[in-house]
């Protein structure tokens, strides 16, 4: 399964991850400098959560991001569920 949010589409981004050394200016120092660079990913927060669907009378099992969750509380499940299914997801 993609790390993807099933509501926000949220997923994986690229980035780099630093390593400095050096002494500060302020410590008498030459200064900081990056010295390496190596790829990483940042992973967004996922959790896989079940919410009862009281239109369809049962539950349903989205994997969010805690983003996606506070939007659930601030729309509601209904126009959410109703959205995702416009898109041509199954649930």
Do not use: H
């Not at 509380?73 to 569920?81: E, S, V």
């Amino acid at each position: 399964m993609s790390k993807k949010c099933q509501v926000t589409g949220k997923r994986p981004r690229r980035g780099k991850s630093y390593s400095i050394r050096g002494i500060a200016k302020k410590k008498k120092g030459i200064g900081l400098n990056v010295t390496g660079t190596v790829k990483r990913r940042f992973l967004p927060n996922l959790v896989k959560k079940r919410f009862w669907f009281a239109e369809e009378n049962r539950f349903i099992t989205l994997r969010l991001s805690t983003s996606a969750m506070r939007n659930i509380d601030k729309k509601g499940l209904g126009p959410i569920i109703k959205q995702l299914r416009a898109q041509g997801e199954k649930i």
